[in-house]
C-alpha cells in the first residue's frame, strides 16, 4: 500500500473480574472488558498500543482520547513529508490504514461506504483490504503464544496494562530476531491473488458508532489519493 506507515485497529478481549472497576468498564453483567488499541507496521510489530477504554467504546472515541491523534494531526508522529505516489507528480500524505469504525482524515484512509465503486475505487478497496490483515495477524499472533491474554483475568487494569505492554514487547522482540518462526502464521496470497489465512488469525470486534465523521480535507484529497493509486 503506497504511503502507508500502519493499521490501526482494536480488540475487544481483556476480561476482569475485579468488582471495584465495574462503573468504568462493565460490558455484561458478571465480566468487565478492556480494549487493546495497536497500530501494526508491515512486520507485524506494534509501533503503539493503548490498553484501557470503556468496553462499550468505540475504536473512534478511544482513539479519539489518546495521544496518538494528536501526533497524527500535528505530525509529530514523524511521517515523512507529502511526496508523489508511483507514476504521479502530485505530493500526497502518509497514513495509516482504518475501518468504518474511523472516520476519514489525511492521515487515515478507510474503505468506501458505497455499494457501487468505480474501478479505480475497486482498485483502492482492495489494497486497503490487503493491507489491513497486518493488525489481525498480529493480534491473532499475540494472543496464540501469550494465551494469558485470552484468560479471564483477576487483576485490576493497572496490572493488566503492564501484562499486555510486556507481551507486546516479547511480540515485538520475536518478530524481530526469530521472524521466520513465525511467518507460518501470518497471512499469504497465492499465485492468484487469493489470501490463505495464517495460523495466527484470531475472532476480532468490530465497533461501531462513535466520532467517526470524515473530514472535508481528508475526502478531498482521499478522492485524489483514490484514484491515481489504481
Not at 465503486?117 to 489494497?127: A, G
Not at 496490572?159 to 511467518?183: E, S
Request: hydrophobic share 35%; proline share 6%.
Amino acid at each position: 500500500m503506497p504511503h502507508g506507515c500502519g493499521a490501526l485497529d482494536g480488540r475487544q478481549s481483556l476480561q476482569t473480574t475485579s468488582k471495584e472497576w465495574k462503573p468504568l468498564f462493565q460490558l455484561q453483567r458478571l465480566f468487565f472488558f478492556l480494549v487493546l488499541l495497536g497500530l501494526v507496521d508491515a512486520d507485524y510489530k506494534f509501533l503503539w498500543i493503548n490498553i484501557g477504554g470503556q468496553g462499550h467504546m468505540s475504536d473512534a472515541q478511544k482513539s479519539n482520547a489518546f495521544e496518538l491523534k494528536e501526533c497524527l494531526e500535528d505530525n509529530s508522529i514523524g511521517f515523512p513529508a507529502p511526496d508523489p505516489l508511483p507514476n504521479d507528480d502530485t505530493p500526497t500524505p502518509y497514513f495509516i490504514l482504518g475501518d468504518d469504525a474511523f472516520g476519514l482524515r489525511t492521515f487515515l484512509m478507510k474503505p468506501y461506504a458505497q455499494r457501487q465503486m468505480t474501478k479505480e475505487q475497486r482498485v483502492f478497496y482492495y489494497r486497503l483490504f490487503r493491507g489491513r490483515p497486518i493488525v489481525e495477524n498480529a493480534f491473532g499472533r499475540l494472543g496464540q503464544r501469550w494465551q494469558i491474554l485470552l484468560t479471564t483475568k483477576q487483576h485490576d487494569p493497572t496490572t493488566i496494562a503492564v501484562i499486555v505492554q510486556a507481551c507486546v514487547i516479547l511480540h515485538n522482540l520475536m518478530r524481530v530476531r526469530y521472524p521466520a518462526v513465525q511467518n507460518k502464521d501470518i497471512d499469504v496470497e497465492n499465485a492468484n491473488h487469493q489470501v490463505i489465512p495464517g495460523a495466527g488469525n484470531g475472532t476480532y470486534v468490530d465497533y461501531t458508532g462513535g466520532n467517526n465523521r470524515d473530514a472535508q480535507a481528508a475526502r478531498t484529497n482521499g478522492s485524489q489519493c483514490h484514484g491515481r493509486t489504481a
